[in-house]
């Protein structure tokens, strides 16, 4: 079976910063995986070259055996890899329905400015937005919505391409902790829906362990933990490095 992703023998350096070294993975379809690791860990740098907004000093990127070492951002994203951010990227002056038709718009092989799409994609807007339970913010400008409503917007219109691969960047952050469980049951069902495999970067190990079908483990730039969450979250080196739990 191609992997949904390869990064084989990725390696990235700022300077005297080594920001990924020697990064060797493969992801199979329709695999959800957690990225876990201390700030700085290497994280964001390995979701940063994925999806083009950096550049591998050496190695080589594939999505389902193309590969994309060396596309931009919006090519990889016409190819099927989507992202979330964990600061959400909206305009917050339009409405949620806005900025969901113009995410749907900007996916359609012919782009339509929002005030004039089309009414699939006006349906299509309104059935993620359904999906994500968010029809009663629908009308309401994104500026007075509560973050967390802005986080499952923000992952609401990654799914307009209809990825093969999304990345979601702490999609609990801003989240309040009595809703989290409830939040990524959410993103997960949703998500599900479209048979995308999926990397997350997520903190709270609880998540981590009831979500993840495997996780990946970085320490300066390295990965030092690869498999089941029960698997990883043992290791030595992740309690050590990562969760800080080592005597």
Not at 110 to 117: E, P
Not at 141 to 152: N, S
Not at 173 to 188: H, P
Not at 218 to 240: C, Q
């Amino acid at each position: 079976m191609v992997p949904a992703l390869s990064v084989q023998g990725v390696e990235k350096r700022f300077g005297a910063i080594v920001a990924a070294s020697g990064l060797c993975v493969d992801v199979p379809p329709g695999q959800k995986v957690s990225l876990i690791g201390a700030n700085g860990a290497g994280k964001t740098t390995f979701v940063n070259l994925v999806t083009g907004y950096l550049k591998p000093d050496q190695g080589q990127i594939r999505l389902e055996g193309q590969d994309i070492t060396r596309s931009g951002p919006r090519q990889i994203t016409r190819l099927g890899i989507c992202r979330s951010f964990q600061i959400p990227q909206l305009c917050v002056e339009l409405t949620a329905l806005e900025n969901m038709i113009a995410a749907v718009a900007a996916a359609a092989p012919t782009m339509s400015f929002w005030r004039h799409a089309e009414r699939d994609h006006v349906e299509r807007a309104r059935e993620l937005l359904a999906r994500f339970d968010l029809q009663p913010h629908a009308d309401r400008p994104v500026k007075v919505l509560p973050g967390g409503v802005r986080k499952l917007l923000d992952i609401a219109m990654a799914l307009a391409r209809h990825p093969k691969v999304l990345l979601l960047d702490e999609p609990t952050s801003g989240v309040a902790a009595e809703e989290k469980f409830a939040t990524m049951d959410r993103v997960m069902a949703a998500v599900g829906r479209e048979a995308a495999t999926i990397l997350f970067v997520e903190h709270d190990m609880d998540i981590v362990a009831g979500y993840a079908d495997r996780v990946l483990a970085f320490y300066a730039g390295r990965i030092i933990g690869d498999g089941r969450p029960d698997e990883v979250l043992a290791s030595a080196d992740v309690k050590r490095y990562v969760t800080g739990e080592a005597r």
